[in-house]
């Protein structure tokens, strides 16, 4: 999982690109949306390449020179895997947290009472590599399932409750 997170950032226009750009986020940021210009798959044999090339096992290694094909399945599961865990640690935070980057999660004096014993520090505690997968995720809703489109930080349920 390390390399792959490590591989995400060394490439974040690549995995931009294979988490699907958002159009919105693009204009936001004030760039132009990256768009695939080869199939998913070929990124995903980048990613296998960066984790299996160099894994600990001289077996592993040998055997993905001879099948690299055969590695992307692996990665794509992990993916999964770790989208998985990702927004069940979302899901303690709700709508209200989601779409906040960590260090504004982490600031705001009003989210940490909201979040009162689901700290973040909780939440990475729990889920290591949150943090780096919030940065990639956060705001797409096909890997962030929680997220809402309303303003990040707002609490709906709260306010609804004081009328």
Known sequence: TARLISWCKTYPDSCIKLFSDSHQ??????????????????????????????????????????????FVKPIKSRFQSLRKKYNDANKTLGTTGTGLTAMELRENPEMKRLLGECSLDKIVDAFPWWEELHGFWRTNPSYNTVYSTADPGQDFATEAQQY
């Not at 080869?38 to 001879?66: G, S």
């Open 25 to 70: 986020e693009a204009v936001n940021e004030g760039r132009r949306r990256q768009q695939m210009s080869a199939q998913k798959e070929v990124y995903f044999q980048q990613v296998a390449d960066a984790v299996f090339t160099h894994d600990h096992d001289p077996h592993i290694r040998q055997l993905y020179a001879q099948y690299p094909s055969v």
